[in-house]
């Protein structure tokens, strides 16, 4: 009996509006109980769910946009995220390829096919990802979510997708993106990254630039639309246009970050030669640099706004999670507001306040005093605003 037939490591679960054949994660888990999706032979990770939540809305308010989509889920495994494209907006999807390197992940995903009646409209292939996507075009939105990162298979994403496509990279490759390893990040994205409080929107940063560059190499502008990080991933959502000819959408979008861990001073130099300061302006610190990045707008705001929306009015049929609906919420309200957030814990400690102020009260203050500010769905404990730290605490504490 062939592991795809033995019924008892694999189950039936409902994820959104789909039902899917993955494995059973009782019979894969090591001496003390703990199992990891990359053990069993088909991988899915149930706490992905919002993230395909989100995905879902997001093909619904690209769909909806143009009419039709053309879906390439280019590393399916089970095929959970494209099926659930396509289940939870039919009509508007009219095309669906899973594909997955594993045949028996690509066999899974035939049977999820039809578990849920996608016969018409999906099919399934099994075979390198890359070289699938240097020859097939003509889909409109890809996917890709492999193990770790992206990095490989973009050049090949942003050649497939199609033009005013739309091509959306996961990123699980936390440690490098987050800074904590700074020369594999600037190995695998061409970027110096740091480890800081708001190291989710510098990983997102640095990513966006990396695909910005791809892009432009190809004669290509990759746009952001969306994107988000929460758990252990990066996700964005960007499109691609052709350009012939200019800059590619580069220069006003690249540049750096500049950092002091003593004061938390922090800003934003525009350019590939960059005019870097070199103490910080509370006086003293250490000035550290990460970088190159992309310092432009990380969502397009009727996008953001058309993503919340429409998660909002589907909450009603009850299958998406709340979770999901709070980021983009949080989303929307950070579309415009200044990059690079600060967190009331790094606040509170490094200016030793007497209490770790709420976010939301911070961003209370600030309003009332006149000042833009927002939270961040990067962080529960972070908050944007334009201020200097020690403004934002003369203001919050009354110092
Ligand atoms: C993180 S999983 C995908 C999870 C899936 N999107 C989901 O939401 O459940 C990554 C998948 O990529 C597949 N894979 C790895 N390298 C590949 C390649 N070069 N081409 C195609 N698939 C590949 C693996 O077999 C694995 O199933």
Redesign the pocket.
Known sequence: MGVAEDSSLFKIVKEGKALLKVPNPDRFRDKRGFYDPAWAPV???PR?RVS?DLGSVIVGVYGGRRGDVRIL??????G??GIRYAVENRGLVSKLLL????PL?ARIARENIRLNRLEGVADVASE???VLMLRERGFDFLEI???GSPAPFTDPALRSVSHRGMACFTATDMPPLLGKYPKTSLRKYFSWSLRTEFSRELGTRILLYFIAREAAKLGRRAIPLYAHSTDHYIRVCVKVEKTKSGSGGLPGNIGYLWYCRKSLHRGVIEGIVPRVPTSCPSGGGKVEIAGPLWIGPLWDGEFAEAVYSLYMERMGEGYLSRKGLKIAELIKGEVNAPPFFYTTEALASRYSLRSEPSPHAVVESLSEAGVKASLTHFDPKGFRTNLPPEEIIRLIDGG
């Open positions: 991988f899915y990770n992905m395909r889920d280019a590393l399916a495994a089970s959970a995220r594909n997955d390197i594993n992940a390198d990802a890359a979510d492999p193990f």
